[in-house]
C-alpha cells in the first residue's frame, strides 16, 4: 500500500466519526481517543509500561498514523514523542492532536533520525509494512539506544508460509526479525484476549450497511476481507531490548 492509498485512507477518517465510534465501542476506548488500529485501550496500558519510560525519556513511535496511541503513551509516561509515518494526512492530525510532539514525514525502513536517538520504541500493528521487512527491525535498532526497549504489536501466521493469509503475514516473525537485527531479550506472546476483540469488532463492521459514508465502507470491506483469516494469524506482542 502506497503514501497516496493511505492519504486517501486518513482524509476519509477526518471526514466522518461512525467508523471511529464503532471501533471505540469495541476497543473501550475514551471518546477523546481517535483510534489507529485494533489494539485495545487494555493493550495500550500494557505497551506503555513495557516500554518503561521514564520522565523526559525520548519516544519513537513508528508509523504513528494519527499519533494517539503515541500521544497517550507520552502523556502517562512523561517522555517526549516523536512519530515518522509516510502519510502526510495522518502527520497533520497527529500535529493538530499533539503540538507538542515531533512528527516527521518518513518510512519505517528510514526515519530520518540519527543513531541511538530514543530511549525506546513502539509500532503497533504496522512493523509488517517495511521493505524488506528486515529493514525495519534494523531501524528500529539503529535508532534506539543501547539498552532502550522496543514494544511491537502484530499479527503472525499460524503456519509460516500460508498462502491464505495477507502476504506481508506470510512470513513475518517477530522474534526472528528482531534478534536478527541485534535486539536481546527478545519475548513474544500471543494475545488471545485481543483476538476476541478484534474478532466482535470485525463481526459487526462486517455486518452493517455503511451507506455512502467512505470511512465506514472502507472499515466494512475490510472486515468482510479479515474474518476468513482471523483462524489463520495469530495476535503478538512483542518486547525486545536494543
Not at 471526514?15 to 471505540?24: E, F, N, Y
Not at 512528527?103 to 509500532?123: E, K, N, S
Not at 476483540?197 to 475490510?222: C, I, M, T
Amino acid at each position: 500500500m502506497t503514501a497516496s492509498y493511505f492519504d486517501g485512507w486518513y482524509a476519509d477518517q477526518s471526514a466522518s466519526s461512525a467508523k471511529d465510534r464503532l471501533m471505540q465501542r469495541h476497543l473501550g476506548l475514551p471518546s477523546e481517543v481517535v483510534p489507529n488500529n485494533t489494539l485495545p485501550w487494555t493493550g495500550l496500558a500494557e505497551v506503555a509500561t513495557m516500554l518503561r519510560l521514564e520522565p523526559g525519556g525520548r519516544l519513537l513511535d513508528l508509523a504513528c498514523g494519527r499519533g494517539t496511541y503515541g500521544g497517550e503513551i507520552a502523556r502517562r509516561t512523561g517522555a517526549s514523542l516523536s512519530g515518522v509515518d509516510f502519510s502526510a494526512e495522518a502527520l497533520n492530525a497527529a500535529r493538530r492532536a499533539h503540538p507538542e510532539a515531533d512528527f516527521r514525514l518518513g518510512d519505517i525502513t528510514a526515519t530520518g533520525f540519527g543513531d541511538d536517538a530514543f530511549d525506546a520504541a513502539v509500532c503497533i500493528d504496522a512493523i509488517q509494512f517495511g521493505d524488506p521487512q528486515s529493514a525495519g527491525f534494523a531501524e528500529l535498532r539503529r535508532v534506539v539506544r543501547p539498552g532502550g526497549r522496543v514494544v511491537l504489536t502484530c499479527w503472525e501466521a499460524r503456519l509460516r508460509g500460508d498462502e491464505r493469509v495477507p502476504k506481508r503475514l506470510q512470513h513475518l516473525d517477530l522474534a526472528e526479525g528482531l534478534g536478527a537485527a541485534g535486539f536481546t531479550d527478545v519475548e513474544v506472546q500471543e494475545r488471545t484476549d485481543w483476538e476476541t476483540v478484534e474478532l466482535g469488532l470485525n463481526q459487526e463492521a462486517a455486518a452493517l450497511d455503511p451507506g455512502d459514508d467512505r470511512a465506514l465502507k472502507s472499515f466494512h470491506d475490510e472486515a468482510v476481507r479479515s474474518l476468513p483469516n482471523m483462524p489463520l494469524v495469530r495476535r503478538v506482542l512483542a518486547t525486545a531490548v536494543s
